[in-house]
């Protein structure tokens, strides 16, 4: 790593505009942060007081609740900061520290999706095994190795980036550190580096999005096979909620990372890393909570236990 990249101050652009345009895009995107926080934190609370959702579904829930708080978490605070300071500044180490992070918390969300497409395609098209093979211990080792393969799979990328000379300008234009404005800022001939990430990235986000479709392919076939209209509809219902998710997420990041060498403005890159960085984080609670009867019930137990109020959400 070059000596001299460790006292580099990045800049941050962000968005452009006047000072009160910055203070109401500060209040909007803390509305969002702290719906989102608290969205998430109701759902793995929700799950983790109701003996009834203790099952391999919720488990998996309740894991990606809690990494889209962490995911947000890396890059909004920092945006926010930045709407009220004259300069949003950064140190090269934290700017790289955002970076890890951002990236390992999403390909540990990548390959949770994953996990929770094979546990539904085990629900529905496997029924009866699907307790002994999905058994505790099974999802917990599910989960560690997403946790363990997300936060082990960007080191070697982001340390390339890291080696790499910046000689200035030190501007980024975008909200947070990504990947493709630091390459570009870069002294360094980086054209290798920039193949290795654009493979290593390329290679996570297509094999975890083909492994869930294949096995929401099986589901499908499975439940047009169910002869009865009403449990065609039960199954699809303990799935669609992630189905909807997996489509939002990987829209989006495929988009932004698996797409062809041709240059995008990095103002369209801003608003499409506002999406799945910000909105998608928000939408998800919304997703399963609205959608899941099982999680509603939750909600209404601990609302009336903690307030005992009338039973006003029948």
Not at 95 to 121: I, K, P
Request: one cysteine or more; glycine letters at 4%; hydrophobic letters at 50%.
């Amino acid at each position: 790593m070059d000596e001299k990249n460790q006292t580099m101050i990045f800049i941050l652009l962000g968005f452009p505009g006047h000072w009160y345009l910055h203070v109401l895009l500060f209040n909007f995107f803390l509305v969002i942060y702290i719906l989102t926080l608290a969205g998430n934190v109701i759902i793995i609370l929700v799950i983790f007081s109701n003996p009834h959702l203790h099952k391999p579904m919720y488990f998996f829930i309740g894991n990606f609740s809690f990494l889209e708080i962490w995911y947000t978490t890396a890059t909004v605070p920092k945006m926010l900061a930045g709407f009220l300071a004259e300069k949003n500044m950064i140190s090269f180490t934290a700017c790289f520290v955002q970076l890890y992070f951002f990236f390992s918390l999403g390909a540990t969300e990548s390959l949770v999706l994953t996990a929770m497409g094979y546990d539904r395609y085990l629900a529905i098209c496997n029924p009866l095994r699907y307790s002994t093979i999905m058994n505790s211990r099974v999802c917990t080792n599910l989960a560690v190795s997403c946790w363990a393969a997300g936060f082990t799979i960007y080191l070697l990328p982001i340390s390339l980036i890291a080696s790499l000379h910046f000689c200035g300008p030190n501007e980024i234009n975008h909200f947070f550190c990504d990947a493709g404005p630091l390459l570009e800022l870069s002294c360094s001939e980086a054209h290798l580096t920039e193949i290795i990430c654009y493979t290593y990235t390329s290679i996570l986000i297509l094999s975890a999005f083909l492994l869930t479709m294949v096995s929401y392919i099986y589901i499908i076939l499975t439940i047009l096979r169910i002869p009865s209209t009403s449990g065609r509809q039960k199954a699809f219902s303990t799935c669609a909620s992630h189905l909807i998710v997996v489509i939002i997420f990987y829209a989006a990041i495929i988009f932004m990372y698996v797409r062809s060498k041709a240059k995008y403005p990095f103002d369209l890159d801003k608003v499409v890393g506002i999406f799945y960085a910000i909105l998608v984080p928000l939408l998800n609670p919304l997703i399963y909570s609205l959608r899941n009867k099982e999680v509603i019930k939750g909600l209404r137990k601990i609302v009336h236990r903690k307030s005992r109020l009338p039973n006003f959400l029948d």
